[in-house]
């Protein structure tokens, strides 16, 4: 499996590319901004795309997924909870000079326990609220892709809009946690890392312990 990184836009966003070697099927995820730069970096991997996953829908992360979906011919998966954030986003990325920003259409909703192949990948869905309403984590094998749930030595902010913190740390709890630790972490900025080196060494990890989640009904 291969896994490309670009980092993307003002905010400096991390849009993962993940490619199967053999079928040369692809996914990406949470297409923020600079989409000719993503269509392009597909292109020269010789990948078919066409799924494209948001782990949420803040500007910083989404806004060039109508520009990618369309050059592409691949569908959008959003969870609902974000869908909130659609309407201001085009407003919200002019503020951070995203001046080409689009408003993209949903083209599936997913939930948390859908499973989506691609090629011989599969790609897992669970929803882990706190960051916004429809965080959700997207896991391929041993790797997670963890948007603004986590990052290395810290988690994401929960004082913008949506955000809620008793339940980033019941999501951190029911899910980083209960992971094991060779498990790799591919946050939506910075550097990739592993369950075992956020678990002794991200601050905000500590005190906290693994625990069964009550799921949630959407
Ligand atoms: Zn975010
Ligand atoms: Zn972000």
Not at 106 to 124: F, K, P, Q, S, Y
Not at 160 to 172: D, F, K, V
Request: glycine fraction near 10%; charged fraction near 25%; hydrophobic fraction near 35%.
């Amino acid at each position: 499996m291969l896994i490309d990184r670009l980092i993307v836009g003002p905010i400096e966003e991390n849009c993962y590319i993940v490619g199967d070697e053999e079928t040369r099927r692809g996914v990406i995820i949470d297409p923020g901004d600079e989409p000719e730069r993503i269509v392009g970096t597909v292109r020269g991997l010789g990948l078919k795309v066409d799924t494209i996953f948001n782990t949420h829908a803040h500007v910083d992360h989404i806004c060039a997924a109508q520009d990618v979906k369309e050059q592409l011919g691949a569908r959008l998966y959003l969870h609902p909870g974000d869908e909130m954030y659609l309407p201001d986003l085009v407003e919200h990325a002019a503020m951070f000079g995203m001046h080409k920003a689009r408003r993209p259409t949903v083209d599936v909703w997913m939930a948390d326990g859908d499973r989506i192949e691609c090629g011989t990948l599969e790609i897992a869905v669970t929803h882990a609220p706190g960051h916004t309403p429809g965080h959700c984590l997207l896991t391929i094998g041993e790797d997670v892709f963890c948007g603004d749930l986590i990052f290395a030595g810290s988690i994401g902010r929960t004082d913008l809009p949506g955000g809620n913190y008793e339940q980033i740390i019941a999501s951190l709890e029911s899910t980083i946690l209960t992971l094991p630790e060779p498990t790799r972490l591919h946050p939506g900025h910075g550097e990739s890392t592993t369950v075992a080196v956020e678990r002794r060494l991200n601050p905000f990890l500590r005190g906290l312990s693994p625990r069964r989640r009550s799921r949630s009904a959407i």
